[in-house]
Structures are given as structure tokens and as C-alpha cells.
């Protein structure tokens, strides 16, 4: 049972650039968060989503984009990086609305 | 807006004592909270929730109260060891299914 697995782990990117980041949970979520953590700021919610097909915007949703195709999966996209997303990424799933969050390990990335 | 503000400042303890945390709600009344424990370099792992007509929740060393007056929830890890430091988060559901999180305040406990 992996729980939660975010892929990549590590990630230099130069500014302007895309990618993906995949967070991937086998206990059959519904919930599923995408958080970036940043020194002092804690914890922030990017992006969320309640159910296969549904996403929604957090606190801090400007310049990514989510899509949540398959329950098991949701994809956190970077368009055009900029130097600001530099920080760790972590996703989370729950099983309800109120449920404890289960988290990934993280994903670093840094945006030259 | 609504917020969760937690001491940013370290926490350091002699091993044996008890550590005190706090966590600050503004703006807003949740439900419930709930404390998560986060190692460096991993992502956070839960620790309990507290409900807000529970005032008291226990488990193992760990002690978390809710203070709906003072708007305010108190974490304690009693006989503490080397082995809890660590940073500990707070967190709620706020409206629309966010839940959002404290900055964390780290604690180190000195054997």
C-alpha cells in the first residue's frame, strides 16, 4: 500500500518552461489537495478537488492549473514557470471532507 | 479572511517536560482542528482532531483542547523525548472544502 506518491521529486526548471507534477493515491479518495510550502508561509492550498472529474481553486491558484481525469490521480500543471513557484509541492488525499489529510513526500522545485 | 496563525518562533525543551503549542483561528468558526506532525524534508502526518464541543482530546502522551471563547486550540506532548522534535501544524476546514494549514511551530527537545 503506497498511499500517496508524487512524481517528479526534484525539479530545476528555467523560467518560462512547463511541466507536470502527478500525484498518484491508491486508498480510493475522494479528496485530493495540492499544497506548496514555502518558509514561514506554511502550508498553502493551490488547488483541490472533491471527486473524479471536479477541481477547484484554493488561496493561491494563480499560474497553475489542475485536472483530476482518473480518481487515483491529480495532475498540478506549471504553464510558464516563474522564479515565485520555486518551493515544495505536496499533495494530499482524504477520504471525507473532514477526514485526516494523507500527504506524498513532496516534490522541490526550483525555477531558474 | 480566515486564518490560522500558529508561534512562529522555535519551541526548545528539556527532554521530561511537557511542550505547549498554540493555534489561533481568525475570521472564521470551525468545526473541528486538527495537529499534524511534519519531519524535515516529509510531508506531514496526522496527529488528531479535535471537534468543537469536545473541548479535550487524548491520545497517548498528547493532549489537544479547543477554546471556541478564546479562539484558540492548545497542543501538549507530555514526558516529552528527543524523538517529538519536530514542527507541528494546525489545520481546519474552512469554507467550500478548503482546509487550510499554520505557518507550524517547530519544537526541539533537548535530551
Known amino acids: 500500500n503506497a498511499g500517496v506518491t508524487q512524481t517528479p521529486k526534484f525539479r530545476v526548471l528555467k523560467t518560462g518552461q512547463s511541466m507536470t507534477l502527478l500525484c498518484a493515491q491508491d486508498?480510493?479518495?475522494?479528496?485530493m489537495y495540492w499544497y506548496r510550502q514555502d518558509p514561514g508561509m506554511g502550508l498553502r492550498l493551490i488547488h483541490y478537488s472533491v471527486g473524479e472529474g471536479t477541481t477547484a481553486k484554493g488561496e493561491v491558484p494563480d499560474g497553475y492549473n489542475v485536472s483530476r481525469l482518473k480518481k487515483q490521480n491529480f495532475l498540478l500543471g506549471l504553464e510558464s514557470a516563474a522564479p515565485s513557484q520555486t518551493s515544495v509541492y505536496f499533495c494530499?488525499?482524504?477520504?471525507?471532507?473532514?477526514?485526516?489529510?494523507?500527504f506524498g513526500e513532496g516534490s522541490r522545485l526550483t525555477v531558474l | 479572511s480566515q486564518k490560522i496563525e500558529q508561534n512562529s518562533e522555535a519551541l526548545n525543551i528539556q527532554e521530561g517536560k511537557t511542550a505547549t503549542l498554540t493555534c489561533n483561528y481568525t475570521n472564521y468558526s470551525p468545526a473541528y482542528l486538527q495537529w499534524y506532525r511534519q519531519d524535515p524534508g516529509r510531508g506531514p502526518v496526522f496527529l488528531l482532531l479535535?471537534?468543537?464541543?469536545?473541548k479535550e482530546k487524548r491520545k497517548e502522551r498528547l493532549k489537544v483542547t479547543f477554546d471556541t471563547t478564546l479562539k484558540q486550540s492548545l497542543f501538549h506532548i507530555t514526558a516529552s523525548q528527543p524523538a517529538d522534535s519536530a514542527t507541528y501544524l494546525c489545520?481546519?476546514?474552512?469554507?467550500?472544502?478548503?482546509?487550510?494549514f499554520g505557518a507550524g511551530t517547530r519544537l526541539f527537545v533537548k535530551a
Open positions: 494530499a488525499s482524504s477520504w471525507s471532507i473532514e477526514g485526516e489529510l494523507f
Open positions: 489545520a481546519s476546514l474552512t469554507g467550500g472544502f478548503k482546509t487550510i
Open positions: 479535535i471537534r468543537e464541543n469536545e
Open positions: 486508498m480510493n479518495h475522494e479528496y
